[in-house]
């Protein structure tokens, strides 16, 4: 029977012509590959990186990252859990250094930043990866990926944002869209530098910083928001894969440092909207941060991994503004539900409207000098260039 | 009682008996299958409509058949057989209660588990499919035992009769799954028939395994039937109700079952929130107020004068109220589901609300409109891929008078788009503009698409936007002047247009080649399994090589061992067939979907209809098995009839599409899955009579029906999640062109073997 078959040597001799002919066929598509468009660069293989700021050497080639609460013990070779800092042979290099992925020019409502600077333009920038895993997270194309992921990244070294900041004539930079503690040194050498040509630097974080790394960079910085996600470790836990308490130690370092400081909090059915819960937050930023500091309540759709779950109803965050507001809490209002009245800000004493806001856009500013034009009252905040 | 061999006298009462267990065969096939399709809709209804899911799921069925048919193929041939077959249908009825069950638990805990995969989808349809399709394969082979106990068949004869009975059954259950099912009754209930049902056949196995009537079996028969007859309705809502308040805490306000999904409304702090197939899909009262004006006035905006609007589906959340507010003309709302109508807050006062497919509407109607809206975003399912193809566009183009527009969108970001999404915009992108000669992109969560003939300025022109509305005699109150500075700024659609300027990689979205579905699947891989998204980005490059290079190879190792153990040849055989009847199965099903917007309904008849060609061919095969070179011949027979319908279908290709009536639409394709299951059919006997002959074993159903259904394993598998939207409908066809080639020179290849086997 052996004769009518094929030899094994005829079966490997066939197969090895087979695979050879599939490779070149392969290899004559890839020449035919669209390539990228002119503004935007190809992933580096080996990024170069920037040594890191903070950092620890454990034994030999060990190191421990200081620039956030998780603290990863790396060896060589290995990543962060943030997928952006890489021990190299004992050094903590961060990898997108230079290399944001997104790009935009915004409003900075969008931040949101509803008391500095209204109605302004903000050059926003944002890389890959982030030290949380939130599931309702709206960027999770860019955050819950590491850059040799990225579609595309734009080479834009500090000097270079500095150049494109001025070109475009805004009066502040925003480190946004993913969390920027995971890119510091970038944002920090950025923030430095848009601080000597009297350009603002702002960053939305998740409040995850160490406060080493958190007091080296507030120098530079003109404001900060923080998103607040929950007020309990076990929502930081079961939906963010975080911790609450890095957080808070956070914005009370941003306070005491003088940065102005918004807070966020997503209110997501059944998860954070516990009445209690948002009372206690409530009463602990005002005896912590003070009752000046803006509170945003954001309406949640279904997102990312969460989305089974309703949107909050309005009624809901109306419910939770009434109770900040009952808690002390002086400027509370309302996102992501356009066109309703708490998108704007009111004075907390005449209750006058001092900024009208149509979701992200700014109709008017009746506020002077810092001052409402109704009844005087001091109105926290940055109101001038 | 003793076992009857070929050659033993037999007396009445045994050829009855042995003919009324043909006829539990077959009823317990049947109902199977209704229990199959059950699970196989609470499947789909729980990831989101996405019958993608429907690979997996009859892949799962089948591996676990397989093992189920192995496993009772291991029964002893005695009085024991009998028993085993009753616990065996008592195992069916538990199994599909308990699977309904498990099903409709998962879909209420889903909230708290919040992530789901290819793994999880795999893993879901394995515990719910476990106790009944394990049961159902063994019901087979232990079917199999038992006719031969109590008849004096030889085993193959007993193999093919209960597999002709059986997928009898199955043609019957086919038409009752598709006449009855969700049309009077919800799935719950139609579990609870099926058990009910089961429990009756078992009875009378019974009778006939203790050769009389027993009384008190009949009593309690027909009690246990009035009773169900009383309770089983109410008793299946009102479970239903019960899971849904369950998890909902009480905020369910209806839920309604059709033949083309589920509708969930729910009322919770003043707000109503309606999910369709477990999808969220609009809120009241305050619903996404920005995306439902974007919509409906830039839409408005881009047309010089527009007079008439057809809505195609999505009208929920805001976008039909948008429209009914403006005064226009013409306002036609075209709805596939009409639970969706009931589910509007209001009743539109000018809008004419249409039940029917929209994709059939654009086809079939002779108007034209200034405007053609499309609510639909997500082109992961072929459900709405449709509605996104180059066929579809084609037609819209039609339907559109002098500066027509026709607005679309898809999932976006106006941030950062990422690898999967640009390929999915880009691929819509490049589709639309083989139709329409100006195509413009916005960026956003969800990127609108602007198609006409004609120029579109006003998107550039914020002042004449403002214009066209004033004349309409709108002020859309949240697309101010800043905003649309900013969501139309020039240097972000610049931004964008240069990001999807290339061609995609995969070409462009066809009815018969629908890439973007493979983009869709990519991106639901990217929330919940990014390994397996990792795998499709290289899939969308090597796919076709490794598909066919992996079967050429493996082929040719199959050969190479045939020489020596040729009971492989039949094997592969009987595989491939397995692979060919399934994958062509599901591809008619998904085509006649493509076609006729229906899939529950569609589904129940053409598998059943697959079924009786499964029947139909055997029996037909059964008549010419005369010897081992007859056999070997009918299974090149069967392989090049095979080959022939796969390249008739490459031939009439897209033309299929142009069928728009239902009568037309059954008829063809379901004449299709009668050839596609007659193939499978003709091939199984003498398939089995070859391996007996070859392996020269009395019993071989097990190992040959175990190969049959792990090729329709690997034909559920990876027709729907690679072949279809990777290869497109005419390539897939191609590869199982080449999967049958493979067979028939393996068969040839041994030729002198089964010429030379004893008894020719």
């Not at chain 1, 507001?325 to 509370?332: F, I, P, S, T």
């Not at chain 2, 629908?514 to 639901?524: E, K, S």
């Not at chain 2, 142009?658 to 639409?665: E, K, N, R, V």
Request: with cysteine; charged share 15%; glycine share 8%.
């Amino acid at each position: 029977m052996r004769e009518k078959g094929l030899t094994r040597r005829q079966l490997l001799k066939w197969m090895g012509v087979g695979l050879g002919a599939l490779y070149g066929g392969r290899c004559a598509i890839n020449l035919l590959t669209p390539q990228l468009p002119e503004t935007l660069v190809e992933i580096p293989d080996e990024p170069e990186g920037r040594d890191t700021m903070f950092y620890r050497k454990v034994g030999k080639e060990q190191v421990v990252c200081e620039v956030c609460f998780r603290r990863c013990r790396l060896s060589d070779g290995q990543t962060g859990f943030c997928r952006n800092r890489v021990n190299r042979s004992g050094k903590l290099v961060s990898i997108v250094y230079g290399l944001p992925a997104a790009v935009h020019v915004d409003p900075i409502e969008k931040e949101p930043q509803y008391h500095f600077l209204p109605g302004t333009q903000i050059l926003c920038m944002g890389t890959a990866g982030c030290n949380f895993r939130c599931q309702f997270c709206q960027n999770w194309r860019l955050s819950q990926r590491s850059l040799e992921e990225m579609a595309m990244v734009y080479d834009w070294p500090p000097e270079t944002v500095l150049q494109e900041a001025q070109s475009r004539s805004v009066p502040s930079i925003s480190f946004t869209y993913n969390e920027p503690t995971t890119f510091y040194e970038y944002m920090y050498d950025c923030a430095e530098l848009m601080h000597q040509a009297g350009i603002n630097t702002i960053f939305h974080t998740n409040g995850s910083m160490n406060r080493e790394a958190l007091e080296t960079l507030l120098p530079y910085v003109s404001s900060v928001t923080v998103d607040l996600k929950g007020f309990t470790e076990s929502f930081y836990d079961k939906l963010c894969h975080a911790e609450l308490e890095p957080v808070l130690k956070s914005l009370q370092v941003i306070k005491r440092a003088g940065v102005w400081l918004e807070i966020v909090n997503l209110v997501i059915p059944d998860r954070n909207d516990d009445p209690n819960t948002v009372r206690d937050m409530s009463e602990w930023l005002v005896a912590n941060l003070g009752a000046d500091t803006p509170l945003h309540f954001s309406r949640f759709f279904p997102q990312y991994r969460l989305t089974e779950l309703p949107p909050t109803p309005v009624t809901t965050l109306e419910r939770c503004r009434d109770m900040a507001m009952q808690a002390g809490l002086h400027y509370v209002s309302i996102g992501n539900v356009p066109g309703h009245e708490y998108n704007s800000t009111f004075c907390p004493r005449c209750e006058e409207r001092l900024v009208e806001r149509y979701h992200f856009n700014v109709h008017r500013v009746w506020v002077e000098e810092g001052r409402c034009p109704f009844c005087g009252r001091e109105i926290a905040g940055v109101w001038t260039m | 009682m003793s076992v009857l061999r070929p050659g033993d006298r037999w007396s009445v009462d045994d050829v009855n008996r042995s003919r009324q267990f043909v006829a539990i065969t077959g009823v317990a096939g049947g109902l199977g299958f209704v229990g199959q399709m059950v699970l196989a809709r609470e499947t789909v209804a729980l990831f989101r409509g996405n019958e993608l899911v429907l690979g997996l799921f009859f892949g799962t069925w089948l591996l676990v058949e397989a093992v189920g048919a192995l496993a009772g193929g291991r029964v002893p041939l005695n009085h024991r057989a009998p028993l085993v077959y009753t616990l065996l249908l008592a195992a069916n009825a538990v199994g599909l209660l308990a699977g309904v069950g498990l099903l409709v638990l998962i879909g209420t805990v889903m909230g708290t588990v919040e992530t789901y995969g290819v793994l999880t989808v795999f893993l879901v349809s394995l515990a719910a499919v476990f106790p009944l399709s394990i049961s159902h394969g063994a019901l087979y082979t232990v079917g199999c035992r038992v006719h031969h106990v109590w008849s004096a068949d030889v085993p193959a004869e007993s193999a093919a009769v209960v597999y002709r009975a059986e997928t009898v059954g199955t043609l019957v259950g086919g038409l009752v799954s598709s006449l009855l099912l969700w049309r009077w009754m919800l799935s719950v209930t139609a579990a609870l028939w099926v058990a009910l049902a089961l429990f009756l056949v078992l009875l009378w196995v019974q009778r006939l395994a203790l050769h009389r009537v027993q009384p008190a079996h009949l009593a309690l028969g027909m009690i246990t039937w009035i009773l169900f007859l009383a309770m089983v309705q109410p008793l299946g809502a009102s479970l239903q109700n019960t899971v849904l308040e369950w998890r909902w805490e009480s905020a369910v306000e209806s839920f309604d079952q059709t033949i083309f999904g589920d509708l969930l409304v729910l009322k919770q702090n003043q707000q109503t929130t309606i999910y369709y197939n477990s999808e969220f899909a609009a809120v009241y009262p305050d619903w996404d107020s920005i995306w439902s004006q974007e919509l409906v006035y830039l839409s408005l905006g881009v047309h010089p004068h527009p007079n008439s609007v057809l809505l195609l589906s999505g009208g929920l959340g805001g976008v039909l109220e948008e429209l009914d507010s403006v005064s226009l003309a013409v306002m036609d709302y075209v709805e596939l589901d009409p639970v969706i109508f009931s589910a509007l807050p209001q009743r539109p006062e000018n809008t004419e609300l249409i039940p029917g497919d929209a994709r059939r509407y654009v086809f079939r109607s002779e108007k034209t409109y200034d405007v053609i809206i499309m609510g639909a975003v997500d082109t992961t399912s072929f459900q709405v891929n449709r509605m996104f193809t180059r066929e579809f566009f084609a037609a819209a183009a039609e339907r559109l008078g002098k500066n027509g527009v026709l607005v679309f969108s898809t999932p976006g970001s106006d941030v950062y788009p990422g690898k999967t999404l640009l390929e999915w915009n880009r691929t819509v992108f490049h589709t639309a503009g083989e139709i329409f000669p100006h195509v413009e992109a916005v960026p956003g969560d969800r990127t609108l698409f602007f198609c006409s003939q004609r120029p579109i300025h006003a998107l550039s022109d914020h002042e004449l936007l403002s214009r066209r509305w004033e004349a309409l005699g709108v002020q859309p109150p949240l697309l101010s002047e800043g905003y649309l500075k900013q969501r139309l700024a020039l240097h972000r659609m610049a931004w964008f247009a240069e990001l999807i300027e290339d061609r995609p990689r995969l070409g462009i979205n066809t009815d018969m080649r629908p890439t973007a579905v493979y983009y869709g699947l990519m991106n639901w891989s990217a929330m919940f399994s990014p390994p397996m998204e990792a795998l499709l980005h290289r899939g969308a490059g090597w796919g076709q090589w490794l598909a066919g290079s992996a079967l050429l190879l493996f082929a040719a190792l199959i050969a190479w061992l045939s020489t020596r153990r040729p009971q492989l040849s039949v094997h592969w055989a009987i595989g491939t067939s397995g692979l060919y009847g399934m994958c062509l199965d599901l591809l008619l099903l998904f085509w006649f979907q493509i076609v006729s917007g229906v899939l529950y309904a569609g589904m129940g008849l053409l598998t059943a209809l697959f079924m009786a060609g499964t029947a139909l061919g055997t029996s037909w095969s059964e008549k010419t098995m005369k010897d081992a070179r007859s056999c070997w011949r009918c299974l090149l027979g069967g392989d090049a009839a095979a080959i022939a319908i796969a390249l008739s279908l490459i031939a009439v290709g897209s033309s299929m599409s142009a069928i728009t009536t239902d009568a037309a639409a059954f008829l063809l394709f379901g004449t299709l899955c009668l050839l596609a299951g007659g193939i499978v059919g003709w091939q199984y006997p003498v398939a089995a009579a070859l391996q007996i002959r070859i392996a020269r074993e009395r019993s071989v159903s097990g190992s040959v029906y175990s190969s049959d259904l792990i090729g329709g394993w690997a034909g559920a598998v990876i027709g729907p999640l690679l072949l279809f939207p990777l290869f497109g409908f005419p390539a897939t066809l191609g590869f199982l062109v080449l999967v049958k080639l493979t067979s028939t020179m393996i068969l040839l290849v041994n030729r002198q073997v089964f010429c030379d086997l004893p008894g020719n």
